[in-house]
């Protein structure tokens, strides 16, 4: 599909990021409590401008290797979260997603995620799709355990944030079993 990308789910929009969310987008990659679950450490303004820019130029590339789309209420194009999927490998892709800590617990991280696994499968073909999550991050091991991803494993030492290495264990999902 071309750019840009809008995704309508149940809860949430998917839509391309603009240079309009950084204050959005800051307000989640630069809030500690956010980010002790995510590969990368809090983030200043700069590196939020940065972000967004880099994945403005990426998703005009052609082919689209990465589908990094921000997470608006439906009602509300203000950003409150983001849900991307890597492409690496043949027809795989990774899978990863963040919300703002204040709209924690009311089903936006889960329905960003479908919304775009969905798609993947549905209109980029994607084989498989894996997430690599925290051990002790049982919210996110909560979202895709409802969504039908299978454990597969633990990756050692698989990130390095917040000042040390930290396990990831790795989820996956593959067309067949997708029933989204």
Do not use: C
Not at 14 to 21: G, K, M, P, Q, S
Not at 38 to 44: A, E, G, M, N, V
Not at 60 to 71: D, K, M, S
Not at 137 to 164: C, K, M, P, W, Y
Request: glycine share 8%; no cysteine.
């Amino acid at each position: 599909m071309t750019y840009p990308i809008r995704i309508v789910g149940d809860q949430v929009v998917l839509r391309e990021f603009t240079l309009d969310d950084v204050d959005d987008v800051l307000a989640i990659i630069g809030d500690d409590a956010v980010t002790t679950w995510l590969s990368f450490d809090s983030r200043d303004r700069a590196q939020a401008v940065a972000m967004i820019e880099g994945t403005i130029e990426r998703a005009q590339q052609e082919p689209r290797t990465e589908f990094y789309l921000g997470a608006t209420k439906l009602d509300d194009d203000s950003v409150i979260g983001f849900a991307r999927i890597g492409i690496s490998g043949v027809r795989a892709g990774k899978l990863g997603y963040a919300i703002a800590a204040r709209e924690w617990g009311r089903g936006y991280a889960r329905d960003a995620a479908r919304t775009l696994v969905t798609y993947a499968f549905k209109e980029l073909g994607l084989h498989r799709i894996t997430a690599a999550i925290g051990p002790d991050n049982a919210a996110s091991i909560a979202v895709v355990q409802h969504l039908g991803f299978a454990r597969e494993g633990v990756l050692r030492d698989h990130v390095f944030t917040n000042g040390s290495w930290r396990d990831s264990v790795l989820f996956s999902v593959l067309d067949h079993e997708w029933s989204w």
